[in-house]
């Protein structure tokens, strides 16, 4: 890989992180008013994406630590947020 590659690579990975946060706000967002998690389904249809793409963004958001996975509930897989950035959220809330 040369210098131009690398650059463009990093660059790639920046406007991933950045669109993660967008995308971990809308989640917080969402919690706050309804008290859950948007599905998958809801979040591809807000950012126009598929729904395997929103998948693959909650598991980056889970390795991350933004979110952490919950047990399988059946076929389910459920998400929580890391507390440690719910500080700022209303306690109303939990």
Do not use: C, M, V
């Given at each position: 890989m040369n210098i131009?590659?690398?650059?463009?690579?990093f660059r790639l990975k920046e406007q991933a992180?950045?669109?993660?946060?967008?995308?971990?706000?809308?989640?917080?967002?969402?919690?706050?008013?309804?008290?859950?998690?948007?599905?998958?389904q809801e979040m591809a249809q807000t950012f126009g994406f598929s729904k395997e793409?929103?998948?693959q963004i909650m598991e980056r958001l889970v390795k991350d630590g933004y979110v952490f996975k919950?047990?399988?509930?059946?076929?389910?897989t459920t998400?929580?947020?890391?507390?440690?950035?719910?500080?700022n959220i209303?306690?109303?809330y939990f």
């Open positions: 131009t590659e690398k650059h463009i690579s992180k950045e669109r993660d946060k967008e995308i971990f706000n809308w989640i917080l967002s969402i919690y706050r008013i309804a008290g859950k998690f948007p599905t998958l793409r929103a998948r919950n047990r399988k509930q059946g076929w389910r998400y929580i947020i890391n507390p440690s950035f719910t500080k209303n306690p109303q």
